[in-house]
């Protein structure tokens, strides 16, 4: 079964920080990984999706890249701003259950004025 | 291009209860898939449909039943519920397996 893991759970910086986040899976057959925001007690905003295939995709000041040799993904937040306050989700999908989505627990970022 | 629906928002329901959720997908998608998200947790996959047959199962007892309907929305029941049913329900829909679009979710609470 897949499991993924998102390293630091939580995360607080001041505003105009660059900064990483973590994403590791067991498994590294993966259909796609896909990076999600969530604000307390809200739905998911898709914020990246990299396919199998690719290796990194970008929008804006976020970068997302993918080694899926080794099982890890990275966020990649440039010049972060208070409105970027939120809980950051990755999650994969495999070809056995292409369906399904695992999730990570998420790493919950603060960035201070 | 309208995004994925849900409704209600918020819901209380007593132990034993059952509680039926509702999702309409997005505009092309025909594949709409049901996460339970406790306080604290990433979502936990609960089933997916497609074109109104079920397409996988999570780790769920029979309690949590779906339906898909011709248009592509989609109920989630939960029967006998639970105080550990209470969480934050998410329905995704997709077109193909190349990523999904979530709802804002329903907050159900059992008391």
Redesign the interface.
């Known amino acids: 079964k897949q499991e993924v893991t998102q390293i630091p759970a939580a995360l607080s910086v001041p505003e105009g920080e660059n900064l990483v986040l973590n994403c590791s899976f067991t498994d590294s057959a993966i259909y796609n990984l896909q990076w999600f925001r969530q604000d307390p007690g809200k739905g998911l905003t898709s914020l990246l999706l990299i396919q199998s295939s690719q290796r990194e995709q970008t929008s804006g000041r976020l970068n997302a890249s993918l080694d899926k040799s080794s099982g890890r993904s990275t966020l990649y937040i440039a010049a972060s701003q208070p409105g970027d306050s939120a809980t950051y989700l990755c999650a994969v999908s495999s070809p056995d259950t292409g369906n399904q989505f695992y999730f990570g627990t998420g790493t919950s970022l603060t960035v201070i004025p | 291009e309208t995004g994925v629906t849900?409704s209600p928002t918020h819901l209380i329901k007593t132990r034993g209860q059952q509680v039926t959720l509702r999702c309409s997908s997005q505009s092309g998608h025909n594949?709409v898939?049901w996460?339970q998200q406790a306080l604290?947790?990433?979502?936990?996959?609960i089933f997916?449909y497609?074109r109104e047959e079920e397409?996988?199962r999570?780790n769920f007892p029979p309690r949590f039943s779906g339906l898909q309907f011709p248009n592509y929305s989609s109920e989630l029941n939960v029967n006998a519920l639970e105080l550990d049913d209470s969480a934050?329900y998410?329905c995704?829909s997709s077109s193909n397996?190349?990523?999904?679009?979530?709802?804002?979710?329903t907050?159900l609470t059992v008391v």
């Not at chain 2, 604290?40 to 996959?45: D, K, M, R, T």
């Not at chain 2, 397996?97 to 979710?105: A, E, M």
């Open positions: 849900q594949t898939s996460y604290g947790q990433g979502p936990q996959f997916q497609y397409n996988g999570g934050l998410l995704a397996y190349y990523g999904y679009t979530f709802g804002s979710g907050r």
